[in-house]
C-alpha cells in the first residue's frame, strides 16, 4: 500500500465524503486506492475513496474494486480534474475505463 500524502490526509480529514463507504454507506472506513496508473496507486484525491475495512483488503471482490474505480472517476469529474487527470496520466485511455465501468454498473446513485 502507498502511503498518502500529509497535505491529502488533511483535505481527506475536512471531506465528510470520507466518514461512509462508498459502497455499503456503512461507518469504519479505510482510505482505498482505487486508482493504479504505471503499476503505482494514484495518491491523488480523487483517486482515493472510503471503503468499508472488511472489503478494504489486498485482493477485493472485482465488482468492488470496479465500484470504487468507478465512484473516483465520478468524483474526478464532478471536481473538475477530468482534464488534468489525462495530461497527468496521458498512457491510459480514462474515457475507455469510465465507459465500460458505466455500461457495466450504470451510473453511481450518490452523488458528489
Same mark, same amino acid.
Given at each position: 500500500?502507498?502511503?498518502?500524502?500529509?497535505?491529502?490526509?488533511?483535505?481527506?480529514?475536512?471531506?465528510?465524503?470520507?466518514?461512509?463507504?462508498?459502497?455499503?454507506?456503512?461507518?469504519?472506513?479505510?482510505?482505498?486506492?482505487?486508482?493504479?496508473?504505471?503499476? %503505482?496507486? *494514484? $495518491?491523488?484525491?480523487? @483517486?482515493?475513496?472510503?471503503?468499508?475495512? /472488511?472489503?478494504?483488503?489486498?485482493?477485493? &471482490? !472485482?465488482?468492488?474494486?470496479?465500484?470504487? %474505480?468507478? *465512484? $473516483?472517476?465520478?468524483? @474526478?469529474?464532478?471536481?473538475?480534474?477530468? /482534464?488534468?487527470?489525462?495530461?497527468?496520466? &496521458? !498512457?491510459?485511455?480514462?474515457?475507455?475505463?469510465?465507459?465500460?465501468?458505466?455500461?457495466?454498473?450504470?451510473?453511481?446513485?450518490?452523488?458528489?
Amino acid at each position: 500500500m502507498r502511503p498518502i500524502p500529509e497535505k491529502i490526509k488533511k483535505q481527506i480529514n475536512k471531506d465528510p465524503f470520507y466518514n461512509v463507504c462508498c459502497i455499503t454507506g456503512s461507518t469504519g472506513v479505510s482510505i482505498e486506492h482505487a486508482q493504479i496508473y504505471a503499476g %503505482k496507486q *494514484i $495518491s491523488d484525491l480523487w @483517486a482515493l475513496v472510503p471503503l468499508r475495512r /472488511d472489503l478494504n483488503t489486498s485482493h477485493p &471482490p !472485482k465488482e468492488v474494486k470496479d465500484k470504487c %474505480k468507478l *465512484i $473516483s472517476l465520478e468524483r @474526478a469529474k464532478a471536481m473538475g480534474e477530468w /482534464d488534468n487527470i489525462k495530461k497527468k496520466y &496521458p !498512457k491510459k485511455d480514462w474515457d475507455q475505463e469510465y465507459n465500460f465501468l458505466i455500461k457495466t454498473y450504470g451510473k453511481p446513485k450518490r452523488s458528489w
